[in-house]
Each structure stands twice: as C-alpha cells, then as structure tokens.
C-alpha cells in the first residue's frame, strides 16, 4: 500500500512521555536524533511505514466539525508550512500527548516524531509526518564476540515489526483534516482509546473503504444482534446469509440498497427489519451507512474473517461454514443426542 524506497527521513525527534495521573512528566531531547548509518535508516523506515496494511484513512475531526480548535491540526500544519519548525512543535505535541495521558492504563514510553519527503502512496509522491509511542519494548540477545569466545548479553529495543502506537498524517487535502493513518495495538479496552479519539481526534474519511466496512460491520452485527433472536436462525442459516452477502460484494462493483437487500435477505419482512436495525445502528454508532457507494475490494479483503461462522459443538468440535447451507443438515437422533451431517466431495 505504501511505497517507500524513496522515502527520505529528515528529521526526527524523540522525546520521553509519562503517564500524567502518576506525575510521570515529560522529558525533552535537546537536540534531533541523527540517524548512524543506512541500515538503522532502512529499519526506521520499515517501522514507521511497513505497518500500515489496509488504506483505513481518517481525518482530523473536532466538535460541530471546526478542524481549525483541533490542537493536533494546527501543529502538524503549521510542519508542514514550514518543515523548519519540527523541533518546535514536537515539545507541542508532547505537552498535548502527557494532557490526555491521564487513565491510569496509558503507559509512558518514547514518543518518536519525523518529517519524511518522497511516500509513494496511490501513485502519488508527498510527504508525511509519523508519530508514533513506543510502550513496550522487545527483548533480544545481544552476541559480542571477545577474542576467541562469545559474550551473550540481554538488552531491549524496538521491533520494526511490532509497534504501539502509530500516526502518519500525509500531507494532502488539508482543508478537510488530511489524510491519516493510525494504529493503535497497545491499549484495546474501551475506556483506554485516547490515541485515536482524545489525542488525534480522527473521524473515518467519507470514502469507500470505510462505507464498504461499515456495511459489512452493519449486516453481520444485524443477523447476529436482530435477526438471529426474532427469527431463531442458527448458525448454517447465519452462514448462508453472511455468505450471500460476500458473494454480492465480491462479484459487484457497486453497492445499490435495493439491490443487495433483494438478494441478501430475499423476505420482504427482514428488509425492514434491516432498514430500521440501521438506523438504531447509527445512531449507536454515531456512523453514516450510505446507500450506494463503489465497493473497496481492500476492505472485503481485510473484512473477511466476518463472513466466518463456526459451530462450537460442547468442547470436542469446532466446524467452520464458509457456504453452501444445503450441504450440512440439523437434527436429534432415537436418544436425544443433537448431531449435525455434513456433505462433501473432497477431503483435503
């Protein structure tokens, strides 16, 4: 998704962030960091960028939509106005980063800012600024070779593979908050998502990757949530509608309500039904499903583990649906025991 042989790291600043509700403070480096050589520069760039699989871009967002009170918009435009200003605005985004560092989850760590020329991304060459937290580090055994022998020795650092937290703001359509990249694979509890929502304030970008996720994240939370308890559905039947679903986005270019309603759900009664669990959806969710958009192939790709269904049989089976309802059948023999009979032609 991202090409970055080209790409140039200009500058970089590191600057140490604690945890503000345990009086952790911030400590400053005076000075940007200097990269030694080209292989620690290729390692950098594989961590900043490498990561970074599905084009999920956001936007800088705030209240009523006034991108302008957004303090992270500001810093970073004011970069990218004048790259000079880096080191001056990396304290800046420190200082507002301790600010919202405030649940006691929030771990401290090494808060790594740059200015990179030349991302190649959709055939379009621009620069960026990462951010990123460093929480945790990797552990790994350092060989030193003295004289004739080897000194073993542990030490820790960091991963290009793993990273906690991450942001690449991209320098394109500024007016409506930019183009953003974020990552954030430390804190997953609820009440600890400060990276996205309070530090960076992003909002999904109103394009079809994200209007393609939202539907599929819409139609498996309907069978699973509304249609599954109204209709007593199980698991073959959920199987076969997520699986006409896959099939429709796989094989349209376009998604028309009408139109994957009709061949999704069939029963004019569950159409409805599925008309008014969106909107309760989107509210709950504080989301817009659109009603016709082209179809992200990306994110049917990257979405695909919801078309999954599996029956969990006591503790003994797992089986995997992947389609073709016809082929398994439900029942309960002589003695009351429940069985399911499957179907096959091959056995790999």
């Not at 292989?39 to 599905?54: A, C, I, P, R, T």
């Not at 996720?213 to 997520?242: C, G, H, M, N, S």
């Not at 919801?306 to 003695?335: A, Q």
Request: with cysteine.
């Amino acid at each position: 998704m991202i090409t970055y042989s080209e790409a140039k790291i200009e500058e970089l600043w590191i600057h140490f962030v604690g945890n503000a509700s345990q009086d952790e403070g911030i400590q400053y480096c005076n000075t940007s960091i200097v990269l030694p050589n080209e292989v620690v520069d290729e390692m950098l760039k594989q961590y900043f960028f490498g990561n970074f699989k599905e084009p999920e871009f956001y936007a800088f967002d705030f209240f009523d939509g006034n991108i302008d009170l957004n303090p992270m918009y500001n810093y970073v435009r004011m970069v990218f106005e004048d790259p000079d200003l880096l080191g001056e605005q990396s304290v800046n985004i420190s200082k507002f980063l301790y600010e919202n560092s405030k649940h006691p989850n929030i771990k401290s760590g090494d808060l790594m800012i740059a200015y990179v020329k030349d991302i190649l991304i959709e055939d379009k060459m621009m620069d960026g600024i990462c951010v990123f937290k460093s929480e945790n580090k990797q552990p790994f055994l350092n060989l030193e070779k003295q004289g004739k022998g080897y000194y073993i020795r542990e030490n820790e650092g960091l991963h290009p593979g793993k990273l906690d937290k991450a942001c690449l703001i991209l320098n394109s359509e500024a007016s409506d908050g930019y183009r953003i990249l974020a990552l954030d694979h430390a804190n997953r509890s609820k009440d600890a998502q400060f990276w996205k929502e309070k530090f960076l304030n992003l909002k999904p970008r109103s394009d079809d990757y994200h209007y393609t996720k939202q539907y599929i994240q819409a139609t498996k939370a309907f069978v699973k949530d509304r249609l599954q308890p109204l209709y007593d559905i199980d698991k073959t039947q959920e199987a076969e509608i997520l699986n006409h679903s896959l099939d429709f986005l796989k094989n349209e270019e376009e998604l028309n309500q009408a139109a994957f309603d009709e061949r999704v759900f069939k029963d004019p009664n569950v159409i409805n039904e599925f008309q008014l669990f969106k909107l309760d959806y989107q509210q709950e969710n504080e989301i817009e499903l659109a009603d016709g958009f082209k179809v992200s192939n990306a994110a049917v790709k990257n979405q695909s583990k919801v078309f999954k269904s599996v029956l969990k049989l006591d503790k003994n089976f797992h089986i995997y649906i992947h389609g073709n309802r016809s082929w398994i059948e439900k029942g309960t023999d002589p003695d009351g025991r429940k069985f399911y009979k499957i179907y096959y032609e091959e056995e790999n």
